[in-house]
């Protein structure tokens, strides 16, 4: 069954969701309601609305309130993008102008605060603390990823495990917590949260992975941007960092990346792009996001063999083929 099989069998209840995260961002001024439906329209895979629903289908499954988990998780998830393209000067964004690039960084900054607060405010609607407080928590660990990314740009000498603190923070937190609040919310055993948890985590991680993976592999067409945009902006992925390793390439990365940083990125990445490639860090960032996928379906062994089960291990093993 492919991907997209899934997504259709959610196409319903997905396209509420979609309807909820429009009514959701509706401002009365101008330009927050411009730019707030600007980036909701550029789309995107709704990935992390796709595991409340389904982690939701784990026990009592009411659309009416698990709504209340799936659009603040891909609120927070806009916000967190509108931030970035601020960072990274990022001009594009899914083959769009990103909002930094239509309006300019103060706005986008603006747009970004007013989509997380437009997030705290849907959640309020459920009255269950603990929803809210692994909520705010992920949002702080989120934050702090975040300015981890900073700190490390260009940073040649962090290590594997620097790395993986930072994508667990800025990435993996979210989708692991869609995962877990979709069950809390459905009022499933703690048990069962708790895996749906794990499993989250460990797609969440393989998910970055592969991201990096595309950055430096894909194509403008496939990921909406050109590849080497992260090392541009000084930001040392995974296959970067295992290449760093190979003792016959060291001296020429470090060079290459030393030329991109005094050119503050304003310069052709191609060369470091193919060094890259042509080294093993691909292939151990793939190795490594195998692993993940592994440990999240191994997450998920004895949850309830019911539809939305296999649905999830469908998605991790797309998450960790996936070309775009």
């Known amino acids: 069954m492919k991907i997209l099989d899934i997504y259709a069998r959610l196409k319903k209840d997905m396209n509420y969701i979609e309807r909820e995260l429009e009514k959701s961002i509706y401002s009365d001024y101008t330009i927050m309601r411009e730019t707030s439906a600007h980036l909701l329209k550029a789309g995107g895979k709704r990935i992390r609305p796709v595991f409340v629903l389904l982690s939701g289908q784990f026990n009592d499954y009411s659309l009416e309130q698990l709504k209340h988990i799936a659009v603040p998780m891909e609120l927070i998830h806009m916000a967190t993008l509108v931030h970035d393209d601020v960072i990274d000067d990022a001009d594009t964004r899914r083959g769009q102008l990103t909002v930094k690039s239509k309006w300019d960084n103060r706005i986008a900054m603006y747009t970004g605060d007013y989509i997380f607060a437009k997030a705290l405010g849907v959640v309020t609607q459920l009255s269950n603390p603990t929803v ?38 800025k990435t993996a937190l979210l989708i692991a917590i869609s995962c877990q609040l979709g069950a809390i919310a459905a009022n499933a055993p703690k048990s069962i949260s708790q895996k749906l948890y794990l499993f989250g985590y460990n797609v969440g991680m393989a998910f970055q992975i592969r991201d990096d993976i595309l950055d430096l592999c894909g194509t403008e067409q496939q990921i909406g941007k050109p590849p080497g945009s992260d090392i541009k902006q000084g930001n040392m992925t995974i296959p970067i960092i295992f290449a760093l390793q190979e003792p016959q390439l060291r001296e020429a990365l470090l060079k290459e990346i030393e030329r991109i940083h005094v050119l503050d990125g304003q310069t052709n990445v191609d060369t470091f792009v193919r060094m890259i490639r042509d080294s093993r860090g691909i292939a151990r960032a793939e190795a490594m996001a195998a692993r993940y996928i592994e440990k999240a379906i191994a997450a998920l062994t004895d949850l309830p063999d019911i539809q939305a089960k296999q649905d999830l291990v469908r998605i991790a093993h797309f998450v960790g083929n996936r070309s775009y």
């Open 132 to 169: 809210h407080q692994i909520m705010s928590k992920a949002i702080v660990e989120m934050c702090i990823g975040e300015m981890e990314q900073i700190r490390f740009f260009f940073h040649t000498g962090q290590t594997v495990r620097d790395y993986l603190l930072r994508i667990k923070r």
